[in-house]
């Protein structure tokens, strides 16, 4: 094998050892190397691939295949049980369970959201029977939130 073959295939080597680059660029060796083979097949007197090259990037790319094909066995899973997401609505419930009752208003400060967000979710939580959207008879006071009866059970059971 010539030392500027040598010098290719080394070079390919390192390139193969970045886990990244690898697993994009492998399909794409792969393909280029069969359209040589078979553009070598069909010309034969004016084409011909060393055949130790050729042996070199196939053993190479089944290493890969190999490799991404069974991966290593992962880390063991943790429980979900000890992760807790945590959405605006989680926050909003929190907020009205804490006070029993709070303007839509405050609730938007709170959350740096505009009041609009926070009426789209407060009717939501209606919805769902967690929290009630009150809208007092006189227009001067704003809508709030109260917490429910049922949101209260749900959460002591």
Known sequence: MGEDT?????????LLREDAYVKEQFVALQNKLASLRSFAKSTPKIVTLDKEVT???KEIIDHILKNINHPKPAAKK??????????????ILSIVASREKISLGNIAKELGVSQKI???????????GLATLVYPK????PPYLR????YHER???
């Open 147 to 150: 917490i429910t009866k049922a």
């Open 55 to 57: 042996h070199e990037v």
């Open 118 to 128: 926070v009426e789209k979710w407060a009717r939501i939580l209606d919805k769902y």
């Open 78 to 91: 943790q429980s979900s049980s000890r992760f807790q997401i945590s959405t605006d609505l989680d926050r």
């Open 6 to 14: 040598h010098k290719r295939v080394e070079s390919a080597r390192r």
């Open 155 to 157: 959460n002591s059971a």
């Open 138 to 141: 006189l227009p001067l006071l």
